[in-house]
């Protein structure tokens, strides 16, 4: 930590940067740094490559967003990224910043940097900036804590993921605190349902059928239901939760036609089924209860094929 | 606190009771207190009204629990209750006890007791058995810790509620230390859905609709699907706020058919629109952005008037 400091210290103009898609993690963990070293009365930009997502535009700090034009910065502070390719354009902010910093959670991280922190066990980088700011006396406000929260919030599930430690908790006592609007952010942050996200959920309950005396639930998006709903890729986030949670299930198996024919196929189970090594007969991998594959041909023929196998372990 | 210290240490015999239709917070507090007083050598019993909700079997402590044969206790200790009637037949054991002891953090509290501890404050009764178990020097257990951590999750809605305080994670950061499986207790509390309730909330998603522009969502169950469903009570819970999360929409309007012709219904708005009132208009009450109401007619009739007081208001 000492060393970070110390770079930090030493620079007047910090660029802050982060990875592509940004999450409330890697947004609120560089709008929460902004302000502390706004407050240290440094020169600070963070830059983006994309807009902030309507989800996530409560966040307080958007004023310090730049738009990059060739400047060399004193110190550039990568947060939340494992590998340069996940910069996107802003990689060439840090390879081109006199210092670097690399501040992440990730296991692996190949990032170069002149100061180094890797923190595997903190379940947000904010955890880590909550920390920076700290050491470097600075104050946490309520805009730090906004951003705080909802990078903590957002990489834990909002405390129910098992990356959640007794020092989440901690730091979050700390941040409610400063009299946040905890349970608004949570409400934006997890609430907020797409019309597309809607739509595919209730075709996911309409298509849902169980199997095995209900042990086993099966739910399908065809390409067309897909199209329709001008689905992007987190839409489908969950959706083969809607099966695992249902009582008496041990196994949900999710379907999805990407293109004509070919089905991305998700597997989740609760309690015994190893799902990763269902997934392996086709090809594919995962976790124990948490695990995914490619399969071709028509709908029936691929649900028959996968339950078959699943019939076995049950 | 001293007070229930002493009448604690003084009683031999102790009965635990607390409301009926118990739930996270009535049974992790009710267990987890009961572990603490065995360790103190105490003769514990806790006695339900109702068997533990499949939900929460995963509880540990099941063993205290107790038939009601007559006795006369030392102690009685009351929790999360605030009125006699809510203990249904466990009122008697409460009566006739040597002692009484009531803790509770609701609002209004009506109990008589020889210790009486109430704090509002307290997002969960399960925050103050902590705080209690702590004062008599007993060890937070993993089988306490289980307990309580329930308790706080199920009213705080998992630290979402806007009850949740600084000291609900101070606490919760104590309890995960002991490593308990939270990630696990969670899934079973808040995921585990019934095969009424995924069919009721799949009517909801089709019945669906929006007027004004998206701004206001309305969706209904028949009552020919309410018994379909053989719905229990909480099936119902929170399907106002498929619509209330839908981008875009301020007011979600959410009827039910209690019987043929008459409505239940329920108003959440998001940012502005005082429900409280609407719901006024139709003898309903509640809160400005949560009211409900009972309405009689047809459905498309009664969607229409209360739309028509929803406009006028936009």
Redesign the interface.
Known sequence: MKDLIDLIHNANSIAIVTHTSADGDALGSSFGLAFALDALDKKVSVFLEEPVP?MLSFLPGQHFISEYRGERYDLCMCLDTSDMKRLGKCADIYSSANKKITIDHHTTNNMQADGLWIDERASATGEMIYKLVKALNVDITREIAINLYTAIITDTG?????N???????I???L??KDIP??DI?KKV??????SK?FL??KT??N?ALYFDGKVAVSYLLYEDIKTADAQTDDFEGLV??G????GVEVSLFLREEQSGVFKGSLRANEYVDVAQIASIFSGGGHKRAAGFSVEGGLDESVGKILAEIEKVL
Do not use: C, W
Request: glycine content about 2%.
């Open positions: 309507k909002g405390f129910r993921y098992s959640t430690t007794p020092e989440s908790h901690i979050t006592a700390d409610l605190s905890f349970a949570v997890f609430d907020t349902v797409s019309y809607m959920l209730k309950l309409q849902l939760n809607v695992r949670n249902l009582e």
